[in-house]
């Protein structure tokens, strides 16, 4: 959420330009570079809810930071999100324009598969949420039906996926339903288990707001939260809601998980992220994949490295 001019502005004075100086080269890297867009890309418009300081926010960035994600080496964006209708259908239309004139891909609860081929394997991202269907893990068996049909379309099929509690006490993955504000944000972790089944090869969720654990489940690797990232305003970036983890990972041709790492940087309010010497990212979700899945065949190396510790029995 890269600052808002709703209800208050709260803008980069440079236009954003140099939100993700730090964090580009990492993007630039990669073969495919995905983030989640929490809020809409608009002007002007109507607001669906009133904003209620402490409990309910709305964001509204203006279309030309669309070039920011693009410029920065961003290729694709997830639009299923509590925030992504803000402003309604036309803030999700100018979104969705926005993005297209930038060339930055994307794909929401309504229907888009963001597809790209990386010498020669076909590689497709679904994007779901919470609340009502469609793509919703609320209601996972829709959901989980459209990642097998999907899986068969596509060597890798990756999931971003924005669901669990949310804050600094949610930090841990729980078994069975999530809930934030007595809203039902689905069971995250047997719904990314279900999905692996399914036919997911990579699932990244982004809703806690907090670095959570990463599994690796069945030769696939789950990221449970990967907390905030470039939130300008209006979300908190407070002790571990600032730990902003950039995780890189490398598939095999069939999906399976290689290797990966952890970039630690940190944010706080109305900064760009940065990095972070004592790689307090890195050390959290350590501690808390050692914590809640105690059994999964993952290792993490002094500086952010991730590598199965037992590749032939996992």
């Known amino acids: 959420m890269m600052g808002s001019d709703f209800p208050a502005a709260r803008l980069p004075k440079d236009g ?12 630039k890297r990669a073969d495919i570079a995905m983030a989640n867009l929490e809020g809409p890309l608009c002007e002007g418009g109507n607001p669906v809810k009133e904003p209620l300081p402490g409990r309910r926010y709305l964001f509204r960035t203006p279309p030309a930071f669309a070039r920011i994600l693009s410029d920065a080496g961003i290729s694709m964006v997830s639009l299923a999100n509590n925030h992504a209708q803000d402003f ?12 297209a004139r930038a060339g930055v891909l994307y794909s929401s609860k309504k229907g888009e598969v963001a597809e790209f081929t990386v ?7 679904i994007s779901l949420a919470f609340g009502p269907p469609p793509r919703s893990i609320t209601f996972p068996a829709q959901a989980l039906q459209e990642i097998a049909r999907e899986a068969a379309n596509y060597d890798i099929l990756i999931l971003s996926i924005h669901a669990g509690a949310e804050g600094r006490d949610a930090q841990h993955v729980t078994p069975g339903m999530e809930r934030y504000l007595d809203e039902p944000r689905g069971d995250l972790l047997s719904f990314a288990h279900q ?14 707001h907090v670095p959570r654990a990463l599994e690796l489940y069945r030769g696939r690797l789950i990221a449970y939260s ?21 995780l890189t990972v490398r598939l095999d041709k069939d999906g399976s998980f290689l290797e990966g790492s952890i970039n630690s940087f940190r944010q ?22 050692a914590e809640d899945f105690p059994d999964s065949p993952l290792s993490f190396g002094s500086l952010g490295e991730l590598k199965t510790s037992n590749r032939e029995n996992f």
């Open 16 to 27: 954003g330009r140099s939100l993700f100086a730090a964090a580009a080269p990492l993007f």
């Open 88 to 99: 309604g259908r036309e803030g999700v239309a100018s979104t969705k324009q926005a993005l």
């Open 268 to 289: 706080a309010c109305l900064t760009a992220p940065a990095p972070d010497p004592k790689q307090r990212a890195l050390s959290l979700m350590r501690r808390l994949s």
């Open 195 to 208: 999905a692996v089944a399914a036919g997911a090869d990579l699932v990244v969720a982004h809703g806690p």
């Open 119 to 125: 010498r020669g394997t076909r590689v497709g991202i």
């Open 226 to 246: 990967l907390g905030n990232f470039a939130t300008f305003g209006g979300v908190s970036v407070a002790g571990e809601s600032g730990y902003a983890p950039l």
